[in-house]
């Protein structure tokens, strides 16, 4: 039996990016998309173009540099929502336009007011309208799980007719349990009668934990693509997880016999590992695949099983997703070329000789901070350079008087406009002395919302990595910093938050008054 392909439709710069906390830049949607082609995914839910001026400038700038994977835009089943996709993926080699509809009697009641009638006539005439900017059009029935079944054949059939081809089957809430989702697969293959014109795709949220489970017995029964994130980030509890769905079928290919994807599964951790520096959440030690734990073998009877013969309790190899061999690098007597080989072998080989010099001047100041530089260093100083484009004030020096029987106190020097600020504070610990006296510099109050730290590697000398989202002017935004005082850590986060927002509000000022 010839194996057929599951389409890997990856949404984490769209669903993914939606939930609190996962918001990203322009350029770190461009970053992140450019590593999911090296991923080989084969679409990228580059945003949503109509949400707001920030999602169609990356859907634009997705489109303009990715080449091997088709991009795509969600829109609305609306005209407007569907011409601003179109004009966003212009340039894009392979263009998708996603339109969708709710199709629950819950949310046709209560959220659209429209009936069923309605609701199928807007969904016929947006695929209509969005073949106009396309042949690849991608409609999904939003919240298909709680629809009636005959509404539900009916309006993919009307759809398919009018030319979409996929169709997709959310379990929007994540109410489903596999067996139920499994089925309604089944039944949408026996029940529409030109289903053999489209792709049938799925989409499940994991409110319930089981968004994996549904995914793959939504396969099992005949969908031939699956909506996935990286390290299941979402809406809530969030999507399928990629990296989950992709080694299921790769590693349990006796089960999935007539099923294949193509996802280069070597860059799965890299692409963990890049979302997690980006978004500055970090996922839990036991996460399937991707955490730290997946492959490591504490108890002393399966070490000494993995020894005598490695399959006794290893189902995949670590190799396989990408994980590094060797965890400890370099240190401070290490060469530039060892540097710049070690960064090849983490997969950085694009940089250029300039941005190399510079990440070494970075690397010998912490090798002599610390004995040991691990991959996670190599990577925490990586994004720090990469992404100081959009740094608009300087951090120049911080200075902290602090101890049990002292008020701390703090002196923060910044570089901003070209001119040099100076602002001291107290504070009831030196961490938040030293966030007031950043404050005062930068002359606007945050509220922070949330503040977490953890040690990116092992040992007392280890890097501290801090993360915080802040509420500036009623925008949240997530910053990060590391360093191996966890102060500096703290204010380098703070501010990065603050540049974010800055660097957001300008974009979205200009984009305004430029007119889209
Ligand atoms: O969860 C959902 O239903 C969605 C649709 C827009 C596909 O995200
Ligand atoms: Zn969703």
Do not use: W
Not at 103 to 115: A, E
Not at 261 to 281: A, D, F, P, Q, V
Not at 370 to 384: G, N, P, R, S, T
């Amino acid at each position: 039996m010839e194996k057929e392909k599951i389409i890997i439709f990856d949404t984490t710069l769209r669903d993914g990016e939606q939930a609190p906390g996962f918001s990203m830049t322009v350029e770190e949607k461009v970053t992140m998309a450019k590593q999911l082609e090296k991923l080989n995914v084969d679409v990228i839910e580059a945003g949503f173009a109509a949400a707001s001026p920030g999602d169609f400038e990356a859907v634009r700038a997705v489109a303009e540099t990715v080449k091997n994977c088709t991009v795509c835009s969600l829109a609305r089943a609306l005209e407007t929502d569907i011409e601003k996709a179109g004009e966003a993926l212009a340039s894009a080699e392979k263009k998708r336009i996603h339109t969708f509809i709710a199709t629950s009697p819950i949310h046709m009641k209560y959220k659209l007011k429209m009936s069923p009638e309605q609701v199928l006539e807007r969904a016929v005439s947006a695929v209509k309208f969005a073949r106009n900017f396309t042949d690849d059009v991608e409609f999904s029935a939003e919240d298909a799980f709680r629809s009636e079944r005959d509404f539900l054949f009916k309006i993919f059939e009307a759809v398919i007719d009018a030319g979409a081809k996929t169709i997709n089957v959310p379990d929007t809430v994540g109410y489903a349990m596999p067996e139920e989702f499994g089925q309604l697969i089944a039944d949408i293959k026996s029940n529409v009668p030109n289903i053999d014109k489209a792709v049938i795709s799925v989409h499940c949220h994991n409110d319930l934990g089981l968004a994996v489970a549904n995914s793959l017995s939504a396969i099992k029964n005949g969908a031939r693509q699956a909506h996935v994130t990286i390290n299941g980030i979402g809406e809530r509890a969030g999507n399928a997880a990629l990296e989950e769905v992709v080694m299921a079928i790769k590693v349990r290919h006796d089960y999935f016999k007539n099923v294949y994807t193509e996802i280069n599964t070597k860059e799965i951790y890299k692409t963990s590992r890049l979302l997690c520096r980006i978004t500055g959440s970090f996922v839990q030690p036991n996460k399937a695949i991707v955490g730290d734990n997946a492959f490591a073998h504490e108890a002393g009877i399966h070490q000494h099983g993995i020894l005598a013969h490695r399959e006794t309790y290893e189902i995949m190899r670590a190799e396989d997703v990408g994980v590094p061999a060797s965890k400890i690098v370099l240190g401070k007597h290490s060469g530039r070329h060892a540097f710049k080989t070690r960064l090849e072998e983490l997969g950085y080989k694009n940089l250029s000789e300039e941005e190399i010099d510079r990440l070494f001047i970075k690397f010998k100041e912490l090798a002599d901070k610390k004995k040991e530089v691990f991959d996670e260093d190599i990577e925490a100083l990586l994004f720090e350079e990469l992404f100081k484009k959009y740094e608009e004030v300087k951090l120049l020096y911080f200075h902290i008087l602090s101890g049990n029987s002292a008020i701390p106190s703090s002196t923060v020097k910044i570089l901003k406009d070209g001119e040099e600020i100076t602002a001291s504070s107290h504070g009831d610990g030196p961490i938040d002395s030293a966030l007031r006296a950043l404050e005062k510099a930068l002359g606007i109050t945050g509220r922070l919302k949330d503040y977490t730290i953890r040690s990116l590697s092992a040992g007392k000398d280890a890097m501290g990595e801090v993360r915080v989202m802040v509420d500036f002017d009623g925008t949240t935004t997530s910053g990060k910093g590391t360093s191996t005082d966890i102060i500096e850590a703290s204010v380098k986060a703070y501010l990065d938050a603050y540049n974010r927002y800055i660097a957001r509000k300008t974009f979205i000022e200009n984009r305004i008054s430029g007119g889209i």
